[in-house]
């Protein structure tokens, strides 16, 4: 965690792949808001094509209260 802050501080890295990746997440203090950062740096000489992918469990446009999520064009994210 980030001093003084409930942010987390993550970095993991890789001398074989030759990467490192930050991520750093939180939750807003009175709302429902997650939000995660995810930094990949490149450590060595050669390009890279890197994909990241998650798992979260969304209910997408779902009906109800507390179980849908949808995808916002505008800041390119999910909401959830």
Do not use: Q
Request: net charge positive; proline share 1%.
């Amino acid at each position: 965690y980030y001093e003084d802050a409930m942010v987390s501080n993550i970095t993991a890295k890789s001398d074989y792949l030759n990467i490192k990746i930050k991520e750093s997440a939180t939750v807003h203090y009175s709302k429902n808001v997650y939000v995660k950062i995810i930094e990949v740096e490149n450590c060595g000489n050669s390009e890279k094509d890197v994909k990241i992918f998650f798992y979260h469990v969304l209910k997408l446009y779902g009906k109800g209260k507390n179980n849908s999520a949808f995808y916002d064009p505008k800041t390119e994210s999910i909401i959830h």
